[in-house]
C-alpha cells in the first residue's frame, strides 16, 4: 500500500476531493451551489463524484416532489389536512386538476339567452353542458338541444329529445334548421360534432312528463345504436331506491338488460375516463385499461371501474347523512320515491320534495359541504365509482362555498379515492341571467386562484 505524504500534491488532491464531499453531502448545499449555476468538473476521480452528485439530485428532486404532494393535500391552510392515505397515493391526487369544470344549466331552462356566457365559459377553459331534451314540452326541448349545440357545448345533459324525428313531435323550424347543416335529426349532428349526452336511466323513468319511452326503446339504447357518443349519471339518486349516494352499478345494470354488450358498457365508462377533467392526464390510462379488461372478462358489475358523469350535489346526498341532519333540526325528513311507485307527474311536482331536502341541507351550513361528499364518495367507493362529476348551486359567499367543495374533494380521494371536479349550475329563476354571470365570474376566479397558489388565502372574500 502506498504512503501518501503530508503536504504532497496527491494530499492536497484528496483533501480537496473530501472538501468537496462534505460540502455537497448536505443536499441544502447542493441546492445553494447548483441555483447559482455552478458548474463542476471533477478531477479526481471524475466518474465516481459525477454520478454521486447525480444521484444527490435526484433524491433532491424527488424529496421536493413528496414535499409538494404533501403541501397539495393540505389543500388550502385553513383545511391544513395532514396526508394519512397509504391506500390512495399523494402523487396521483386530483391536486393539478381544477375545481370548477364545468358551467350548467338546469331543466327547463332555455338556452338562448345564456349564449354569451357559453362564450366567456369556453373561453375560461371551462366545458358548457347545460340540461337540455329533458321533458316534452310541445317541441320545446329540440330547440334547446339545438341551441346548446350552436353555442358551443359538447355535453348535453340527459338529451332524451334529441331522438326526434318529424314523425315524433320534432318542430318544422328545427328541421330547417338542422337541413342547413346537411342532417335529418339531432342525434345525427351529435354524432358528427362528437357532443356527449349525458343519459340518466333511472332518473328519466321517474318524471313521468320527460316521456323518456316516446321513441319506441330506451334511450340509452336508441343514443348508443345511432352512434351518438354517450356517458351516464345517477343524477340525484337520493331521492329514489335506498336513497343512497350513487346507483351507477343500477345504472350499469340496466344497459346490460337492455341488451348493450359488455364493449359498448366499457367504452361508454372509457368515454367517460377521457372527456372528465376530475382526473388526472397520468391515471387515466390505466382506468380506461381496467375498464377494456372488465369486458373481455365474466367479472361482475362490481369490478368495473366506473364514473358518474351527472350528479347533484344536494340530489346525491344519501339518506343515513339526511336523516341525522334532520333529527337534529327537528324536521321531517324526505323519504325517496320508490321506482315500483307513481311517478312523479312532471319535475315542479319534483321540486317540491327537492325544495324540502335542500332546506336541510342548507340550514347545516357551509362547514358541512366536506361531510357531505365524503358521504357520497364512500359509496362510490363501494361501488368502484372513480370519477364523480357534481353539479353544483352555489349558496352563501361563492368562493367559502367552493373552498368547502374543495376541502371535500381531498378527502373524497385520500380516504376513498374518488376523483371529483363540479359543474357550476344555474337554476331556472327570474333572475337566472344575473345568477350566471356571477357565479361564472365567481367561478373563473376561484379556479384562477386555485392554479396560480395552491394555500392562497381567499379570506376577504
Given at each position: ?253 340496466l344497459a346490460v338488460e337492455m341488451g348493450l354488450k359488455r364493449p359498448e358498457v366499457a367504452e361508454i365508462m372509457v368515454r367517460s375516463f377521457e372527456l372528465t377533467r376530475a382526473v388526472p392526464e397520468a391515471v387515466k390510462p390505466r382506468l ?163 392554479s396560480s397558489s395552491l394555500d392562497a388565502e381567499i379570506d376577504e372574500y
Amino acid at each position: 500500500m502506498s504512503v501518501v505524504i503530508p503536504g504532497s500534491d496527491i494530499a492536497k488532491k484528496r483533501a480537496e476531493v473530501e472538501s468537496h464531499r462534505e460540502m455537497h453531502n448536505s443536499i441544502r448545499g447542493l441546492d445553494r451551489t447548483f441555483s447559482t449555476g455552478a458548474q463542476f468538473h471533477w478531477k479526481i476521480p471524475p466518474k465516481e463524484e459525477r454520478d454521486r452528485v447525480d444521484k444527490l439530485m435526484k433524491d433532491r428532486d424527488a424529496k421536493r416532489a413528496q414535499q409538494l404532494a404533501q403541501a397539495k393535500a393540505k389543500h388550502y391552510k385553513r383545511t391544513s389536512f395532514v396526508w394519512t392515505s397509504e391506500k390512495y397515493p399523494a402523487t396521483e391526487g386530483p391536486w393539478d386538476q381544477p375545481l370548477i369544470s364545468g358551467f350548467g344549466l338546469t331543466s327547463p331552462c332555455a338556452v338562448k339567452p345564456f349564449g354569451a356566457l357559453f362564450k366567456r365559459a369556453l373561453d375560461a377553459g371551462l366545458t358548457v353542458q347545460p340540461n337540455a331534451g329533458e321533458e316534452w314540452r310541445h317541441g320545446e326541448p329540440c330547440f334547446n338541444i339545438l341551441d346548446a349545440i350552436e353555442h358551443g357545448a359538447k355535453r348535453i345533459g340527459h338529451g332524451i329529445h334529441a331522438l326526434a324525428t318529424p314523425s315524433t313531435g320534432l318542430p318544422d323550424q328545427v328541421s330547417i334548421r338542422l337541413a342547413s347543416y346537411g342532417v335529418s335529426s339531432m342525434a345525427e349532428l351529435m354524432k358528427r360534432e362528437e357532443v356527449t349526452v349525458e343519459v340518466c336511466l333511472i332518473s328519466n323513468r321517474m318524471v313521468e312528463s320527460t316521456q323518456c319511452e316516446r321513441y319506441g326503446t330506451e334511450p340509452l339504447r336508441a343514443f348508443v345504436r345511432a352512434g351518438v357518443p354517450v356517458v351516464l349519471g345517477s343524477d340525484h339518486s337520493g331521492m329514489w331506491s335506498d336513497g343512497e349516494a350513487t346507483n351507477m352499478h343500477e345504472q350499469v345494470a340496466l344497459a346490460v338488460e337492455m341488451g348493450l354488450k359488455r364493449p359498448e358498457v366499457a367504452e361508454i365508462m372509457v368515454r367517460s375516463f377521457e372527456l372528465t377533467r376530475a382526473v388526472p392526464e397520468a391515471v387515466k390510462p390505466r382506468l380506461i385499461q381496467q375498464a377494456r379488461k372488465w369486458a373481455q372478462s365474466s367479472d361482475p358489475i362490481q369490478a368495473l371501474p366506473k364514473a358518474d358523469m351527472h350528479a347533484n350535489l344536494d340530489g346525491m346526498i344519501p339518506l343515513w347523512w339526511l336523516k341525522a341532519q334532520a333529527d337534529a333540526q327537528g324536521v321531517k325528513c324526505p323519504v325517496p320515491k320508490e321506482e315500483d311507485e307513481a311517478k312523479w307527474r312532471d319535475l315542479d311536482e319534483f321540486r317540491e320534495v327537492y325544495d324540502a331536502r335542500t332546506a336541510i341541507i342548507r340550514n347545516a351550513g357551509l362547514d358541512s359541504i366536506p361531510s357531505q361528499i365524503l358521504a357520497i364518495a364512500a359509496s362510490c367507493e363501494q361501488r368502484h365509482v372513480r370519477v364523480l362529476e357534481l353539479s353544483i348551486t352555489p349558496w352563501g359567499k361563492h368562493l367559502d362555498f367552493f373552498r368547502m367543495c374543495s376541502a371535500g374533494r381531498t378527502l373524497a380521494y385520500e380516504r376513498h379515492g374518488v376523483f371529483i371536479s363540479f359543474v357550476v349550475t344555474v337554476g331556472c329563476t327570474l333572475d337566472a341571467l344575473a345568477d350566471g354571470e356571477k357565479l361564472l365570474d365567481s367561478s373563473i376566479e376561484f379556479n384562477r386562484l386555485w392554479s396560480s397558489s395552491l394555500d392562497a388565502e381567499i379570506d376577504e372574500y
